[in-house]
């Protein structure tokens, strides 16, 4: 008689242990995105009694207080000193520029329209990772760019009455957010987590601050002084969520379920807003969450995450 061979107790453990964390990290990378959307949901709502300038502010001061809390440089001054300054500096305007134009696109733009636009980003990663990080972009990429670029033309629908100006402003902030995300992957091996955390809101926080003066309207009520002070709660807890999701499972893995945030948007947009997205915003955003998905695979293939 054939004996089976009897598996090992360590070995089969590690691996439900490791099953178990992954999907423990996807409940809160869904989570963060819920998060996400009340935190644009709030941008958009505020956009119609304040200044562009005082919420972003607002924003930064709320991801401030969370970033000093994590990296506590008054008893580690360590974590403020950079190997790569001028690199920390690009990175924090590119994500400060990044802001400015979210804020300022969604006061015009649906919260569906602007996730489909903001769901690029990968996208343009994966287009200049080739010359800014030496990656082979391939054919299969390089296809998947070019029908999630058509994808954006089918949501916002140039050349039609339809098509808005703010548009133009979150494909901008698109780029920027590209960049940053090109800086952060150059920073990740040269500085910690904390450095970083605590560089990243400079350029908001030193340039955004001197302007408030001039142009700082005060709340009206106090629900205007609730949602404002809840950009930064749930700035501070959706980007709280996405760090122990990437502790518990790579970012190949978890990249796919960011695209849970449309459905929120969708329903978040139609209840507060009343916004019924159009056909064609529905389906140019399938076919950008398509191409983003399918980036994300192949990017998590070709490093070899989750066999088995």
Same mark, same amino acid.
């Given at each position: 008689?054939r ?12 691996a439900?242990e490791?099953?178990r ?5 996807i ?20 956009g ?5 300038a005082?919420i972003?502010w ?7 207080? +969370? ?7 008054w ?6 000193v950079?190997k ?7 990175r ?6 990044t ?15 602007? &996730? ?5 980003t990968p996208i ?7 010359p800014?990080?030496?990656?082979r +972009?391939g ?12 994808g ?6 140039p ?8 548009v ?12 940053y ?6 920073l990740?091996?040269v ?16 340039l +955004? ?6 142009v ?10 609730a949602?404002?002070a809840g950009?930064?709660?749930?700035g ?8 122990v999701a ?9 990249t ?21 997205p159009?056909v ?5 955003a399938?076919?950008?969450v &398509?191409c983003?998905?399918?980036?994300? +695979?192949r ?10």
């Open positions: 008689m004996l089976l061979p009897i598996p090992a107790t360590g070995r089969v453990d590690a439900a490791d099953r964390m992954r999907v423990v990290a409940a809160l990378m869904c989570a963060t995105m819920v998060c996400f959307t009340a935190h644009d949901t709030s941008t958009k709502w505020l119609r009694q304040l200044p562009i005082e972003v607002a924003r930064y001061m709320g991801a401030t207080i +969370v970033a000093l809390i994590a990296a506590r440089p008893s580690r001054p360590s974590a403020l950079s790569r300054p001028g690199l920390q500096a690009l924090s305007l590119l994500l400060l520029a802001t400015g134009c979210v804020v300022a696109a969604l006061r015009s733009l649906q919260l569906a329209e602007s &996730a489909t636009i903001s769901f690029l343009f990663v994966a287009l200049a990772a080739g800014l990080l030496g990656e +972009v054919r299969e990429r390089l296809i998947a760019i070019i029908v999630g670029f058509l954006v033309l089918i949501a916002t629908r050349g039609t009455s339809a098509f808005q100006p703010a133009l402003i979150a494909v901008a902030g698109v780029v920027f957010n590209a960049g995300v090109i800086a952060t992957r150059k990740a091996g500085d910690g987590s904390s450095t970083t955390l605590v560089w990243t809101q400079a350029a908001g926080i030193l +955004v601050t001197p302007l408030l003066p001039w700082w309207v005060t709340p009206s009520s106090p629900r205007v002084w949602v404002l950009l930064g709660v749930f501070a807890a959706g980007h709280a969520l996405l760090i990437h502790k518990y499972a790579p970012a190949p893995v978890l796919p379920f960011s695209y849970t945030q449309l459905i929120w948007m969708i329903v978040s947009g139609l209840l507060v807003f009343g916004d019924v159009p064609a915003t529905l389906i140019g399938a076919v950008v &398509a983003g998905a399918f980036l994300a +695979v990017e998590r293939a070709g490093r070899g995450v989750g066999a088995g």
